[in-house]
């Protein structure tokens, strides 16, 4: 009799046991988390070192993109990473460098909004001269390669400083367009 009263109290003690385990790891109910304020969204991924390409309606590559780190916001349907550079190279060859702090972009990548000391290189495949660009924030429309901001800008070509309040540049055709408050410095 004592071996099974030892039995019976040791299939207790572990029943009691994982009962507990039980009721200790359950996701609390809906309505306490919608009490608490606690936000019930769907977790997204993350990445460290992110590569990835955007391509035209034919396949071929427009830009590569790398970040340091990228989180997806599902519930938003949006990405947002940190230390990002974005390169592209125009039809003519021209190499366009842009670099950030941060960015946001949709899960379809039609825009990526860049910001906090943005800074644009271009390095023409001719003789051309190479342009620098500094601002603060950046949208570049990706089907387009357009970039523009509303922004103060410091544009630096070669010699010549200009600093402006807004800027429009169609990477496809090296052109660069300053909307207001232009004003200039020439460097001998």
């Given amino acids: 009799m004592a071996v099974s009263l030892r039995n019976s109290l040791a299939i207790a003690l572990l029943s009691a046991a994982a009962l507990a385990s039980w009721y200790f790891s359950r996701q609390p109910p809906a309505r306490i988390l919608r009490d608490s ?19 035209d309606e034919n396949g071929a590559i427009v830009y590569r993109m790398r970040a340091d780190d990228l989180a997806e916001q599902p519930d938003r349907e949006l990405l947002e990473m940190r230390g990002v550079q974005l390169e592209y190279r125009s039809p003519q060859n021209d190499e366009w460098s842009i670099n950030a702090e941060r960015a946001t972009a949709p899960k379809n990548r039609s825009v990526v909004d860049l910001e906090g000391s943005v800074h644009i290189e271009n390095k023409p495949a001719g003789s051309g001269t190479p342009l620098s660009i500094e601002t603060s924030e950046l949208r570049f429309e990706t089907a387009s390669a357009v970039v523009l901001t509303d922004a103060p800008v410091s544009v630096q070509v070669g010699g010549l400083h200009v600093s402006a309040t807004g800027l429009r540049a169609h990477l496809k055709d090296d052109r660069l367009e300053l909307e207001s408050s232009v004003h200039g410095k020439l460097d001998r």
């Fill in 37 to 55: 304020g606690a936000t019930a969204a769907p977790a997204g991924y993350y990445l460290r070192g992110a590569r990835f390409v955007g391509t």
